[in-house]
Every structure is written in structure tokens, then in C-alpha cells.
């Protein structure tokens, strides 16, 4: 049984010779940016597919097209809102759940759009974990997951619509996930990270994290 936006490109980001699905923190010209802006690529991520997908949410992106171009210039945007903690000029990144949340709502705001945020609560378990990401695909709502200091997740291949593969951690990183499978017993998320589309075994995000993670999405 499969679970997905409603949208199967996700967010179709262009360039001149590429596509990507969702946006890149390799994007930023700031190295700070380009080290610890995975939430505020997820942030981005979230907002511009609310603003394709539902006329009330359009003025969440004001950019005019999903350029690599413009998505950068939204992405660089909604840095003073999803802030990045800064431990001597070291990025720590978008840490924790609540400072994620607050700039996305913070945001949104600012443009005049009414959101609020679903966060998950309680002991996480693979069956609520996966109950929690349907009810948000069902309802076509990206989420995003925090991935803590998970082991499990330490390489993960992600593929390019376009061609190509990258692979690197998920450790400390925010993704934003699209779809959800099941199959004989494995739930697997697809996620959109650097660009590119992953498969994470929903088991691992929770069997493997031992100090924090979470589950978002808005509406």
C-alpha cells in the first residue's frame, strides 16, 4: 500500500541541464548555510508545495517559478525566520523541533497566510509513527523529520530525477517526506534531501535514535 502527495513530482525544481526533487542546502552561498541548512531546505520545501498545491496557501512562495534560480532566493529568504543556532561561528543547525516550527509559523505569518503545526507527541513506535505520516499525506501535507544522532542512518543513497546519485548522513539533518509504503510488513518513507529522493526503513528512524527526532507538518 502506497501513501503519497498528491503531486508525484514532489516539487520539480529546474536548472539548465538538471532537475531536482525538492530543494538543496548546497543551494546557499553562505558555507554556514551550506553546512547546517537542511531545516530550512525542509522549511522551504513544505511552504512552496502548500503554495502549489492549495490557492489559499499561494502566498507562502512569492517567487515566480521552481527555478533553482528562485527556490535559492526563497530559501535564502527564510533564513531570518528558521533560524540556525550558532555555537562559535559552527552551525548546529536547526535545532530543536520547536525552533523549526516557530519559524515556519513565524513565517507564515508575515505573508499573511493562517498555518498551524501538527507535531507528534508521545512514545514513538513504528505503527503510530507510520499513522502519524498517513494522516498528512491523505491530506496532501509534506512533513518533515528530524533525524537525531541515528546510526542506522549514517549512509543513504539519494537519487536525482535527472540522473545521478549522491550519497552521505542523515545524522542531525531535517528531510521532508512525500510518500510512504508498506509492504509485507516494512513501512519505508521516501524523503526529499539535497536535492534528490531517498528511501528511509521507517524501523531505522526509530529503532536507531536513542537522544531526539520528529515528525512535523502543517495546514
Known amino acids: 500500500m502506497i501513501y503519497a502527495l498528491k503531486n508525484p513530482d514532489f516539487l520539480r525544481i529546474t536548472d539548465k541541464y538538471a532537475t531536482f526533487y525538492g530543494g538543496a542546502q548546497a543551494w546557499f552561498s553562505d558555507r554556514f548555510y551550506v553546512n547546517g541548512g537542511c531545516g530550512v531546505v525542509s522549511a522551504a520545501n513544505i511552504l512552496a508545495y502548500l503554495a502549489a ?18 527556490f535559492a532566493a526563497f530559501m535564502k529568504e527564510l533564513c531570518a525566520f ?68 541515528n546510526r542506522r542512518l549514517k549512509s543513504v543513497q539519494c ?38 529522493a531517498a528511501e528511509i526503513d521507517l524501523a531505522d528512524f526509530i529503532g536507531g535514535e536513542k537522544i531526539y527526532s520528529a515528525l512535523i507538518y502543517f495546514k
Not at 115 to 123: E, H, I, M, N, Y
Open 53 to 70: 498545491s492549495d490557492e489559499k496557501y499561494a502566498r507562502l512562495y512569492p517567487q515566480k517559478s521552481l527555478s533553482k534560480q528562485d
Open 82 to 149: 528558521v533560524k540556525i543556532r550558532n555555537f562559535f561561528g559552527q552551525p548546529l543547525g536547526v535545532w530543536g523541533k520547536k525552533r523549526f516550527e516557530k519559524g515556519v509559523l513565524d513565517y507564515a505569518k508575515s505573508r499573511g497566510v493562517s498555518l498551524s503545526a501538527v507535531q507528534f507527541r508521545g512514545k514513538m513506535t513504528l505503527e503510530n509513527a507510520a499513522d502519524f505520516i498517513k494522516n498528512a499525506l491523505s491530506e496532501n501535507l509534506p512533513a518533515a523529520m528530524l533525524i537525531g544522532f
Open 159 to 196: 537519487d536525482f530525477p535527472s540522473g545521478g546519485t549522491i550519497s552521505g548522513s542523515f545524522e542531525r539533518h531535517w528531510v521532508t517526506i512525500t510518500e510512504l509504503s508498506e509492504n509485507d510488513g516494512k513501512i519505508t518513507v521516501k524523503v526529499s534531501s539535497w536535492g534528490a
